[in-house]
């Protein structure tokens, strides 16, 4: 296996700070002793201790091992070895026992067969828990409409002096209640609280989001079946996995992977990473969850790349999230086609009209210009209209990709606005 080019490492990377502490690294006077084979990177670096750091990067999924103590995957002594690899400065050697151990371990664990579902669990078990649980959140959406209906009878005027605490006691009611999905969304109520001048809209829109969905919860017997799929997810049912790959709707194409978001918190790393079906022209999201300080599972590829296999996709009204199972090697792939600012738009409005929940929507923006937009920036195309940029999100790498030139660029959409992803500068990706 050759080298990557450096924006495939960069891409890597979890968030930008750690991409800049990586290219720090990338310097051969901190690295005593490195190598490469076929499988894998390693390598000793110096740090402040002792004793160096021992990485290794196993190059097939890629996936890492340091004994440094940092808690982000790959951390910077990761990035900063694969930088020199893909920098021509490691030459091939044998691979130490240490390397080759791990590896192998983590050959043998891919190799393992999975246990079938339901071959240890009491099915009868399973299933008075599920009703135990059903009366559970039936009785919080209850409490949940009565205090809804209160707010209306009282008007909201004056709500932000108690609406934080009531909030808050509602959510973690609703946590009770085993209802995860709809705490989060009364979490997100309590967060636009004073946040702006417009925060009572945002409040009021949130709030009419928690009432469909606990409406929808009354009449749950009476929605189309792939429209009661959705509520239960939005509820916080979930989907055994086993039962997507047997019974979801199964999609064959060559997926490009039009980007990838990283969201890490004090207890949860979530990631999404947004497919597009180079033949169908579906759309994907393969969700990656990890305990704070754990690996996240490799990549199913890096953005720019067609990933050639199966996607199933998970029951509801909008099928977006799936299982993907590669079926043939990665392969590169041409800049994508993308949408004017109306048309993207356009494509987001009807996927909030197949799931009022939706939150997120991955568009592909073609020919458009990075441009100052009020105190931030929003992408424009040719005929004047334009997508404004996410508030917060850094812009620079997109300008200095873009220099003033029309760029395609992969993103994610939601109602506070555009996070860039992936753009391509010709038929180069560059991880934003």
């Given at each position: 296996m050759g080298p990557w080019d450096v924006e495939q490492v960069l891409g890597l990377a979890s968030d930008p700070a750690s991409a800049k502490a990586g290219q720090a690294q990338a310097r051969t006077a901190k690295w005593p002793e490195t190598a490469s084979s076929e499988r894998a990177v390693w390598g000793l670096c110096q740090g402040s201790g002792k004793q160096p750091y021992q990485t290794t990067v196993d190059l097939s999924g890629p996936a890492y091992k340091c004994s440094c103590p940092s808690r982000k995957f790959p951390c910077k002594h990761a990035l900063g070895l694969l930088l020199l690899w893909a920098g021509g400065e490691v030459r091939a050697g044998d691979e130490p026992e240490w390397v080759t151990s791990w590896v192998e371990q983590r050959a043998a664990r891919a190799e393992r067969p999975?246990?079938?579902?339901?071959?240890?669990?009491?099915?009868?078990?399973?299933?008075?828990?599920?009703?135990?649980?059903?009366?559970?959140?039936?009785?919080?959406?209850?409490?949940?409409?009565?205090?809804?209906?209160?707010?209306?009878?009282?008007?909201?005027?004056?709500?932000?002096?108690?609406?934080?605490?009531?909030?808050?006691?509602?959510?973690?009611?609703?946590?009770?209640?085993?209802?995860?999905?709809?705490?989060?969304?009364?979490?997100?109520?309590?967060?636009?609280?004073?946040?702006?001048?417009?925060?009572?809209?945002?409040?009021?829109?949130?709030?009419?989001?928690?009432?469909?969905?606990?409406?929808?919860?009354?009449?749950?017997a009476e929605l189309p079946p792939s429209l009661a799929d959705t509520v239960q997810s939005r509820i916080g049912?979930?989907?055994?996995?086993?039962?997507?790959?047997?019974e979801g709707e199964k999609v064959e194409d060559d997926w490009l992977v039009l980007g990838r978001v990283i969201e890490p918190d004090e207890r949860l790393t979530v990631r999404r990473v947004w497919l597009r079906g180079a033949t169908t022209g579906r759309l994907g999201l393969i969700l990656t969850f990890a305990a704070a300080g754990?690996?996240?599972?490799?990549?199913?590829?890096?953005?720019?790349?067609?990933?050639?296999?199966?996607?199933?996709?998970?029951?509801?009204?909008?099928?977006?999230?799936?299982?993907?199972?590669?079926?043939?090697?990665?392969?590169?792939?041409?800049?994508?086609?993308?949408f004017t600012a109306r048309q993207a738009l356009a494509s987001y409005v009807e996927s909030v009209a197949a799931d009022p929940w939706n939150e997120r929507w991955p568009l592909v923006l073609q020919d458009v210009r990075p441009a100052r937009y009020g105190e931030g920036w929003a992408l424009v195309d040719a005929a004047g209209d334009g997508l404004e940029i996410l508030p917060g999100v850094d812009p620079w790498k997109l300008l200095a990709v873009s220099a003033?030139?029309?760029?395609t660029v992969a993103g994610e959409w939601n109602r506070a606005g555009f996070r860039p992803m992936t753009c391509w500068h010709d038929d180069r990706p560059v991880v934003l």
């Open positions: 999975e246990r079938k579902p339901g071959e240890v669990a009491d099915p009868l078990a399973a299933q008075q828990r599920a009703s135990r649980r059903a009366d559970r959140v039936s009785a919080g959406m209850a409490e949940l409409a009565s205090w809804l209906d209160d707010q209306v009878r009282q008007g909201l005027g004056g709500f932000d002096q108690r609406a934080y605490t009531e909030l808050s006691r509602l959510a973690a009611r609703m946590v009770d209640a085993q209802a995860p999905g709809v705490a989060g969304a009364v979490r997100r109520a309590a967060g636009v609280i004073g946040r702006g001048h417009g925060w009572p809209g945002e409040l009021l829109e949130e709030l009419s989001l928690i009432h469909l969905i606990v409406s929808a919860h009354d009449r749950l049912w979930t989907v055994e996995t086993a039962r997507v790959l047997a754990r690996p996240l599972d490799p990549l199913p590829g890096r953005p720019g790349e067609y990933v050639p296999g199966a996607v199933s996709f998970y029951p509801g009204a909008l099928p977006m999230r799936a299982l993907l199972t590669q079926t043939a090697p990665r392969l590169p792939a041409p800049r994508p086609s993308g003033g030139d029309p760029v």
